[in-house]
T-cell receptor
Framework: DTAVSQTPKYLVTQMGNDKSIKCEQNLGHDTMYWYKQDSKKFLKIMFS???????INETVPNRFSPKSPDKAHLNLHINSLELGDSAVYFC?????????????FGPGTRLTVL | AQSVAQPEDQVNVAEGNPLTVKCTYSVSGNPYLFWYVQYPNRGLQFLLK??????LVKGSYGFEAEFNKSQTSFHLKKPSALVSDSALYFC?????????????FGQGTTLQVKP
């Protein structure tokens, strides 16, 4: 009955590879997000989708591409992985896109690029 | 630039003592403010939020926070700390216009509660 789930939990890969992280929420929310947490624990938003429409696209290399097949899923595909992509990636969701809504976070995916 | 600051990297308190984790923000207009907690190797858990109304907001696990508009602060407090409160705490702000859900996070404060 996990609200926001991510797979995989850990991902170790070589530089130059392409990988995907999947996120699913069973809360019936309309909006989903991807955040990156770096080695210093700093959290920064990357993308947000509302009902499959991209509404936030921060300054992120175009090697990162989010895909939302339906409003319950938001996947993150990363091409040509670099060492600096090593981080913990968090998915989150909220009922709506509006300011008062609380975002609920998944457990995170720790990506290590070797 | 819009930002959130948590001036203390770490706060140490003894179990049973009151705790305060500080947060100040710099945004134009009236922001929405949030506190989240992150336990080791876990995702962020929502604690409380300020939207409007009473400046003292009560949240989960006995935590509360006080919104002070003149000092642009939103400090997290608890009257009596528990060892299990030891974790990483994040303050976040959603600046207006708030039609995208974008949250700006502070750098986090590690709370250490000692028995």
């Amino acid at each position: 009955d996990t609200a926001v789930s991510q797979t995989p939990k850990y991902l170790v890969t070589q530089m130059g590879n392409d990988k995907s992280i999947k996120c699913e929420q069973n809360l019936g929310h309309d909006t989903m997000y991807w955040y990156k947490q770096d080695s210093k624990k700093f959290l920064k938003i990357m993308f947000s989708y509302n009902n499959k429409e991209l509404i936030i696209n921060e300054t992120v290399p175009n090697r990162f591409s989010p895909k939302s097949p339906d409003k319950a899923h938001l996947n993150l595909h990363i091409n040509s992985l670099e060492l600096g992509d090593s981080a913990v990636y968090f998915c989150a969701s909220s009922q709506e896109r509006w300011g008062t809504d609380t975002q609920y976070f998944g457990p995170g995916t720790r990506l290590t690029v070797l | 630039a819009q930002s959130v600051a948590q001036p203390e990297d770490q706060v140490n308190v003894a179990e049973g003592n009151p705790l305060t984790v500080k947060c100040t923000y710099s945004v134009s207009g009236n922001p929405y403010l949030f506190w989240y907690v992150q336990y080791p190797n876990r995702g962020l858990q929502f604690l409380l939020k300020y939207i409007t109304g009473d400046n003292l907001v009560k949240g989960s696990y006995g935590f509360e926070a006080e919104f002070n508009k003149s000092q642009t602060s939103f400090h997290l407090k608890k009257p009596s700390a528990l060892v299990s409160d030891s974790a990483l705490y994040f303050c976040a702000v959603r600046p207006p216009p708030s039609n995208t859900g974008k949250l700006i996070f502070g750098q986090g404060t590690t709370l250490q509660v000692k028995p």
